[in-house]
């Protein structure tokens, strides 16, 4: 079975500060299974990239991922007011087909 | 619009059974692989399992096999949960997605299921 790692746990910024958070695999994997997704309290899930790079409909382009192999990277350019949530990478694989990584939450400094 | 509603989440003692559903519109619902994912108050997301279009594949995750039943009626653009056998760690919402890419990007709103006793 394949763990995702999410650092940091909790992010602390400042609206229009630059946000970079990690999603780490405990072995490689392709990065077309990688996505991220935003949760707000009370809220469903977003889907924000799919394919490790690829951003969902209508998200903002501040939103970008990359990385490949075990390591993967969503970055927030300019943070938003509307940014400070939960935020989950995914992986599909084999067994679970599905795994979500732990969450990072980005707080307002 | 693209929606997907859920329903049939409630209060369930251990051992019980509950039936979620999930209405969907605005999408070719039978065309769309189908998902359960829960979230226990206050932690992350949980895969539970898939359904293919046609109903002929379904994916579980191990610790629930066995308990948990996925099935789909695209005549009437549906996709349930049977939960048997429940435990107080089923406490959770759960959520229907449609499954894209490898990835989830239709969600409903979610529904609470919570087993007490």
């Known amino acids: 079975e394949i763990v995702l790692t999410q650092s940091p746990g909790t992010l602390s910024l400042s609206p229009g500060e630059r946000a970079t958070l990690s999603c780490r695999a405990s072995?490689?994997?392709?990065?077309?299974?990688l996505a991220w997704y935003q949760q707000k309290p009370g809220q469903a899930p977003r889907l924000l990239i799919y394919?490790?790079?690829s951003r969902a409909t209508g998200i903002p382009d501040r939103f970008s991922g990359s990385g490949s192999g075990t390591d993967f990277t969503l970055t927030i350019s300019r943070l938003e007011p509307e940014d400070f949530a939960v935020y989950y990478c995914q992986l599909y694989g084999s067994s679970p087909l599905f795994t979500f990584g732990p969450g990072t939450k980005v707080d307002i400094k | 619009e693209v929606q997907l509603v859920e329903s049939g989440g409630g209060l369930v003692q251990p051992g019980g059974s509950l039936r979620l559903s999930c209405a969907a519109s605005g999408f070719t619902f039978s065309s769309s692989w189908m998902n359960w994912v829960r979230q226990a108050p206050g932690k992350g997301l949980e895969w539970v399992a898939q359904i293919k279009q046609d109903g002929s594949e379904l994916h579980y995750v191990d610790s629930l096999r066995g308990r948990f039943t996925i099935s789909r009626d695209n005549a009437k653009n549906s996709l349930y949960l049977q939960m048997n056998s429940l435990r107080a760690e089923d406490t959770a919402v759960y959520y229907c997605?449609?499954?894209?890419?490898?990835?989830?990007?239709?969600w409903g709103q979610g529904t609470m299921v919570t087993i007490f006793s």
């Open positions: 394919g490790a790079s």
């Open positions: 997605a449609r499954g894209i890419n490898k990835s989830f990007d239709i």
């Open positions: 072995q490689s994997v392709s990065s077309r299974y």
